[in-house]
């Protein structure tokens, strides 16, 4: 019904930036809050950001002043420009909207598969 499908993880050298996008696709009436959670190996989902439809961020301190979050409401997609990478910024990245469908006009919580983001030298 609603698919949300990550691009842009990979392998990165510390100090080294990388973005990430998400594309929500499918049976859509509006979305309204979007956001980026993160796993690491044998750790809990943490969340990393969120937006709002009208463009309110809302961070974790331990990305602030590094990670840049954004969206595109066009084209239903959201961004997260990550600089400065660390080590400890390695895990799997999923983003995660939530989502008013069409007919039916109930609101859920989608999630992307992932997308697997390595900060190593």
């Known amino acids: 019904q609603v698919q949300l499908v990550e691009s842009g993880g990979g392998l990165v050298q510390p100090g080294g930036s990388l973005r990430l996008s998400c594309a929500a696709s499918?049976?859509?009436?509006?979305?309204?809050?979007m956001g980026w959670y993160r796993q690491a190996p044998g750790k809990q989902r943490e969340l990393v950001a969120t937006?709002?439809?009208?463009?309110?961020?809302n961070y974790a301190d331990s990305v602030k002043g590094r990670f840049t979050i954004s969206r595109d409401n066009a084209k239903n997609t959201v961004y997260l420009q990550r600089n400065s990478l660390k080590p400890e910024d390695t895990a799997v990245y999923y983003c995660?909207?939530?989502?008013?469908?069409?007919?039916?006009?109930?609101?859920?919580?989608?999630w992307g598969q992932g997308t697997q983001v390595t900060v190593s030298s």
């Open positions: 995660n909207a939530d989502v008013v469908v069409v007919v039916t006009f109930r609101r859920g919580d989608y």
């Open positions: 499918g049976s859509i009436f509006s979305i309204n809050a």
């Open positions: 937006i709002r439809r009208g463009g309110s961020t």
